[in-house]
């Protein structure tokens, strides 16, 4: 939010773009950059986790079809050890950007507020699109064998095991585009080309529905959440849930 999604929404007429603007040591001598490295870090640091959860959701759709029978065990221990994984990655390969100063540039061409480092942060930058990328190619890797067991397989899969799947791979379409769009900001690092202007427009709502998705996706698959939602907010209309009753009755899966 204070490194991405404020400054990238904030023009030179906006409200904030005197902060912005005061929070750059070329301009403002007094500024010394505060505690802003370590929103910097965690701008860093979530993207890890933001990856990493898309893909675990990917493994665990993969071991739950080709291991249901000792599914939950297997992530008993696979889960907190990946965890521990995750947090060892973050920390350690985006430990570079606690030594720097950061800063707010303007952006003349996008008329908006972005964030900059003084020192040199390439080595973390480089980690962590060969995070993404890792992270991209092995929930596709995961997507597909599951669909593959899925042709193969005799017996009808449950439901709700389809419509979890059909998510995780949903999410990976979105972890895929979000990766894509990262990886195209690399080819015009000045922001100076339409394409570049345009990954830099879409990267904050592409963070946003790596974090969001999931729910969104769960209510469009299935029909039961949909009708617990519809009775959720308007239980008290009676048009509306006498509706609903008459939809769960003809629902006979999720």
Same mark, same amino acid.
């Given at each position: 939010?204070?490194?991405? =999604?404020? %400054?990238?929404?904030?023009? @030179? ?10 929070? +750059? ?11 802003? /490295? ?5 701008? /860093? ?10 893909? &675990?959701?990917? &493994? ?6 080709? /291991? ?11 889960? %907190? ?35 900059? #480092?003084?020192?040199? !942060?390439?080595?973390?930058? *480089? ?5 993404? #990328? ?14 593959? @067991? ?11 095991? =389809? ?6 791979? #949903? ?9 894509? +769009? ?8 000045? =922001? *100076? ?10 990267? %904050? ?7 969001? *998705? ?8 299935? $029909? ?6 519809? =009775? ?6 009676? @048009? !509306?849930? $006498? ?12």
């Amino acid at each position: 939010m204070i490194t991405l =999604r404020l %400054p990238n929404g904030t023009c @030179k007429d906006c409200v904030l773009s005197d902060l912005f603007a005061s929070m +750059n040591f070329k301009t403002n001598p007094d500024y010394t950059g505060g505690i802003l /490295f370590i929103n910097y870090f965690l701008h /860093f640091g979530n993207a890890y986790f933001q990856y990493s959860m898309v893909t &675990l959701m990917s &493994l665990n759709r993969t071991t739950s079809i080709f /291991f249901y029978f000792v599914n939950e065990k297997i992530w008993s221990v696979l889960f %907190p050890m990946s965890l521990g994984i995750i947090v060892f990655c973050a920390v350690y390969f985006t430990r570079t950007i606690l030594l720097s100063s950061p800063y707010f540039s303007y952006n003349e061409s996008l008329d908006l507020y972005s964030i900059k #480092a003084d020192s040199d !942060i390439l080595s973390a930058y *480089s980690n962590v699109i060969n995070f993404m #990328a890792f992270s991209v190619i092995s929930s596709v890797v995961l997507n597909t064998l599951s669909v593959i @067991k899925l042709k193969l397989m005799t017996q009808n899969l449950a439901t709700i095991e =389809r419509n979890l799947l059909f998510s995780t791979i #949903a999410s990976s379409v979105i972890q895929c585009a979000a990766a894509g +769009n990262t990886f195209l900001l690399q080819l015009d690092q000045s =922001r *100076s080309t339409m394409l570049g202007q345009i990954g830099q427009t879409l990267l %904050p709502f592409f963070s946003d529905f790596l974090t969001i *998705s999931q729910p969104y996706i769960l209510i469009f698959l299935s $029909s039961k959440v949909r009708i617990e939602m519809i =009775r959720m907010y308007f239980k008290k209309n009676s @048009k !509306i849930n $006498s509706l609903v009753k008459s939809q769960a009755l003809q629902v006979g899966g999720v």
